[in-house]
């Protein structure tokens, strides 16, 4: 089975610190995706990659970054963390052929910035 | 620009009745369009997808999905409700013209009782 794995479960953060969520898939995807969830605003996409080195913005990118410096590797960075980013962080992944296209998530960092 | 809308937040239904979780979408090309399923304190699990051909697809679980382009709807149904059932479920769309990512709806909390 595909396995994305999230370095944290949980993380307590300050206002101002910088945060690196770290993501690793062991499926050669050439995909890889950063979402938050929030309670009743449901996933919302913050940055995507498909291809190392390469990214594209998503619909909430603001405040964040992204490093793809190895396929299997994605990585989210706050550059100077704010108490609205507190939320759950999801990271997934996915092959680039449509016709079978399937994200495979990982568990989820739940992120508190106090 | 693609959306997708899920206009219950919850849908309640006792154990052995049909159950029906709404989706409808927006986009310019053709619908990319899937369920995936978040179970308490797990990642999401993805659960089907219609691409091209038959509209009334199947899935994981017992649960199945009709694709319906007039109404722009793709609801996700299930015929005899389970206990287990009970979860959060969520909507997504991409776009054949429109790049990679999946947006996903706010998500639809179903809960089964017995």
């Known amino acids: 089975d595909v396995k994305v794995t999230q370095s944290s479960r949980y993380l307590v953060k300050r206002t101002g610190e910088k945060v690196f969520l770290e993501c690793v898939q062991d499926?050669?995807?050439?995909?890889m995706f950063w979402y938050r969830q929030d309670p009743g605003l449901g996933l919302r996409l913050i940055y995507f990659?498909?291809?190392?080195?390469?990214?594209e913005k998503g619909d909430i990118p603001e405040g964040y970054s992204v490093s793809r410096e190895k396929k299997e590797r994605f990585s989210l960075i706050l550059e100077s963390a704010s108490t609205n980013q507190t939320s759950m962080y999801l990271c997934?992944?996915?092959?680039?052929?449509?016709?079978?296209?399937?994200?495979?998530f990982g568990s989820g960092t739940q992120l508190s910035v106090l | 620009a693609q959306s997708v809308a899920q206009p219950e937040d919850q849908v309640n239904v006792a154990e052995g009745n049909p159950l029906t979780v709404k989706c409808t979408y927006s986009?310019?090309?053709?619908?990319?369009l899937f369920w995936y399923v978040q179970y308490p304190n797990r990642g999401l699990q993805f659960l089907l997808k219609?691409?091209?051909?038959?509209?009334l697809v199947k899935g994981s679980y017992g649960f199945e999905a009709e694709f319906n382009k007039s109404q722009t709807s793709f609801h996700l149904k299930k015929p005899s409700a389970l206990v287990s059932d009970s979860a959060l479920y969520f909507c997504?769309?991409?776009?054949?013209?429109?790049?990679?990512?999946?947006?996903f709806g706010k998500g639809t909390t179903l809960s089964v009782s017995s």
């Open positions: 986009v310019s090309g053709n619908p990319y």
């Open positions: 219609y691409i091209t051909g038959d509209n």
């Open positions: 990659s498909y291809d190392v080195k390469m990214k």
């Open positions: 499926m050669d995807h050439e995909n």
């Open positions: 997504a769309v991409r776009d054949d013209q429109a790049g990679t990512a999946l947006i």
């Open positions: 997934a992944s996915s092959l680039a052929d449509r016709i079978n296209e399937k994200l495979f």
